[in-house]
């Protein structure tokens, strides 16, 4: 690494910077700058933003091994001061990918070469479709990823959710953030991403590290002995590895699963 840990840690400094997408939007980020030309990038996912997901505590463990990061908000975070231009949308992995390429290259415009990009939940599935095109960054950590995208989308939707949009088109829906409108093209943007075809494309020279904790009821890792998820997605990138946090839930939310999370992520980008 390019720089000595105590000193590093010493010298964090967090700056509020913004950078625009491919779709000029201007999305909103934070950069903690330990003096290290290396940098990791979290991505939230689906319904969260860039203080969801344990990203802080990551930052923080990130910064005190001397490593800078950048976390930001996508366009569709919820409680967000990034710009969206158009309506909420669940299956929008294709912009949300070109996000964290436009992400990438604002951190290297910063003077910081990118030496990890790390996604939580929907954005562990969006690292995949980034590790899978873009070949620049050498390290991806898939932390808790949906990777049997058809399956656990019907399962949070109800298994009668297809018919209904072929029959309806567009179904109003209300949450506790706000309300939107789940559109049959939205939908089958997450329903029909070929993972496994991803996955297996991503080329031995970038390593994925997929982090997934037992006692995740969100995405499961495994059910009744059947590689699922992570543990799949572990199963079929050629190089990578799977690594599960005993009794950690989707979001890491205890103390002890949050710092063992943590931990094993600046060990992956040490090593």
Request: include cysteine; charged fraction near 25%.
């Amino acid at each position: 690494m390019s720089a000595e840990p105590a000193a590093a840690a010493a010298e964090a400094v967090e700056k509020e910077l913004s950078f625009v997408n491919a779709k000029g939007e201007r999305l909103m980020g934070r950069l903690l700058d330990t003096g290290s030309e290396d940098a990791v990038v979290l991505c939230h996912g689906y319904v969260a933003n860039m203080g969801m997901c344990r990203f802080p505590l990551v930052a923080a463990q990130l910064a005190a091994a001397g490593i800078s990061s950048f976390r930001f908000d996508h366009a569709c975070a919820i409680y967000s001061k990034s710009e969206r231009k158009g309506p909420f949308r669940m299956g929008n992995h294709e912009e949300e990918c070109q996000d964290m390429r436009a992400a990438v290259d604002f951190v290297h415009s910063q003077g910081k070469r990118v030496v990890c990009l790390l996604g939580h939940s929907k954005g562990g599935t969006n690292s995949v479709m980034f590790a899978s095109r873009h070949h620049d960054v050498p390290k991806i950590v898939n932390l808790a990823g949906r990777f049997k995208c058809r399956e656990g989308t019907l399962q949070r939707f109800g298994a009668d959710i297809l018919e209904r949009l072929a029959k309806e088109k567009a179904i109003p829906r209300k949450e506790q953030w706000g309300e939107w409108v789940m559109t049959e093209e939205d939908f089958m943007g997450r329903v029909g991403l070929d993972m496994e075809g991803m996955a297996r494309s991503i080329p031995p020279t970038v390593c994925m590290l997929c982090l997934h904790g037992t006692a995740d009821t969100t995405i499961p890792y495994q059910a009744r002995g059947v590689e699922r998820e992570s543990e799949l997605c572990a199963s079929v990138v050629p190089n990578s590895r799977l690594i599960l946090v005993e009794g950690a839930d989707h979001n890491f939310t205890q103390k002890e699963a949050g710092q063992q999370m943590a931990a094993h992520v600046v060990d992956f980008v040490l090593s």
